[in-house]
């Protein structure tokens, strides 16, 4: 299936490198390992780039040496490299991880500081005969970046129950089905009503705009995974260039609309707030609108801004001096730190689904909430609740002080047309 998109770069070189893990993988079990060399675009600074290239020679080399004649060890891209080692049982893995890991902590860099030391990320996967290879790598992908975030020279073994395991496999066909979609023109941005709670009678005030497909007369989701494997072949860009053209035409066309609103909002991806040429053109595009100030929000998760913190905290400043506001999305769900409110320069936090589910019952996830919603409007931001379906939530919610709920307890989301209605009714 990888071979349908064989133009695109990126995938050209998945498709490779699929192929050779193939051809290699010939016992009936085998350890799989994503490897990250962190910190390599500072030793391509305080060293130098030829630097840089021999700690990659050196990296690929332990690899090579660790994977052994059985075994197959190849550079995926960037400071990622990926290999497969045969074990005879799966008990095993930990063992030749940690080997791995412990030879890899050997390599130093020569720069003006002196001898450093390497430091690696390690994700680990047990794989068997049969297995859907672009998965595979996706989801020990996955357990690299968990190890990012608890340190250097962590291993993490992919346990399909974690709870950053993203479903839907990063799949070729996923992303010919979001082409087909975007260009018969069956994709769309359909708002979801967000309300102010500060009144007795919640009034309509904001909107988030979500991406659906149409499929036989019916807007719905688009399949599980779909922006996740944009997202993994570097291809969100396409997504969020569709997102950006599609809201801003919307506000062109509804002028009027944006009186009674206080924003309407849409999501930009992890890699789209790091892609410069991207921001440039929608930072040029937003100018060119000459939208009123404050009216377009744009929401990047916590994980994503936290993960990209230096370059997500310039994009903000740039954007909220024309007029953009930032909502950092899914608050509570990555490391949650409070520290970073003050940091980053948004300008509401929408604090996460999985606390607002408990929120009506005392206890945890209410107090949570409440410490949520404190600390951001100590450091000047609005709050939003998301995932509302019950009355009881709401009025803990208005207790806590919250001030915007979005949820099926007003709405779901709807088309344009029936969202220019509600809020002709509101009024």
């Known amino acids: 299936m990888i071979t349908e998109l064989a133009s695109s770069p990126t995938i050209s070189r998945l498709s490779t490198v699929i192929a050779d893990l193939d051809r290699a993988f ?112 996706r989801v020990v992908g996955e357990a690299s970046q968990q190890s990012k975030l608890r340190g250097l020279n962590q ?13 839907g496999p990063a799949s070729a066909a996923a992303v010919t089905e979001f082409r087909r979609l975007l260009a018969n023109g069956r994709l769309a941005l359909h708002p979801q009503p967000i309300m102010d709670i500060h009144h007795a009678e919640p009034r309509l005030r904001k909107a988030e705009f979500l991406l659906r497909m149409e499929k036989k007369g019916v807007h719905m989701p688009v399949p599980a995974g779909t922006i996740e494997t944009l997202e993994y072949f570097g291809l969100v860009s396409e997504l969020d260039r569709f997102s950006s053209h599609s809201i801003l035409d919307w506000l062109a066309d509804n002028r009027s609309a944006l009186d009674r609103l206080h924003s ?4 930009l991806s992890a890699r789209s707030i790091v892609d410069g040429r991207l921001m440039d053109d929608l930072l040029r595009e937003v100018r060119n609108a000459q939208l009123p100030p404050g009216k377009l929000c744009f929401e990047i998760t916590e994980t994503a801004a936290i993960e990209n913190l230096e370059v ?116």
């Not at 309407?264 to 999501?267: A, C, G």
């Open 26 to 137: 010939v016992d009936p079990r085998a350890v799989l390992v994503h490897v990250d060399i962190r910190g390599l675009r500072a030793i391509n600074r305080i060293a130098d780039a030829a630097e840089g290239d021999r700690v990659i020679a050196a990296v690929d080399d332990v690899l090579r040496r660790w994977s052994g004649r059985n075994g197959h060890a190849t550079r995926l891209w960037s400071n990622e490299f990926v290999a497969i080692k045969p074990i005879d049982h799966t008990q095993m893995a930990v063992d030749e991880a940690t080997d791995l890991r412990d030879r890899l902590a050997t390599l130093q860099y020569r720069s003006s500081l002196g001898e450093n030391p390497v430091s690696v990320s390690i994700g680990v996967q047990v794989i068997a005969q049969g297995l859907d290879w672009a998965e595979a790598l």
């Open 312 to 427: 997500a905290a310039d994009v903000i400043q740039t954007f909220r001096a024309i007029g953009c506001g930032f909502s950092l999305d899914d608050f509570g769900s990555g490391l949650c730190s409070f520290g970073y409110l003050q940091s980053l320069p948004v300008d509401e936090v929408k604090i996460d689904g999985c606390f607002i589910k408990e929120v009506a019952q005392a206890g945890a996830s209410r107090e949570i909430v409440r410490a949520i919603h404190q600390v951001a409007h100590a450091t000047g931001k609005r709050t939003v609740a998301e995932f509302v379906d019950d009355p009881r939530k709401l009025a803990a919610l208005r207790e806590i002080g919250v001030d915007y709920a979005q949820g099926w307890l007003f709405y779901p989301t709807v088309t344009p047309e029936k969202f220019l209605e509600l809020l002709a009714l509101r009024d």
């Open 155 to 167: 291993i993490v073994i992919h346990n399909g129950d974690g709870p950053r395991r993203v479903k």
């Open 264 to 267: 309407v909002s849409i999501n």
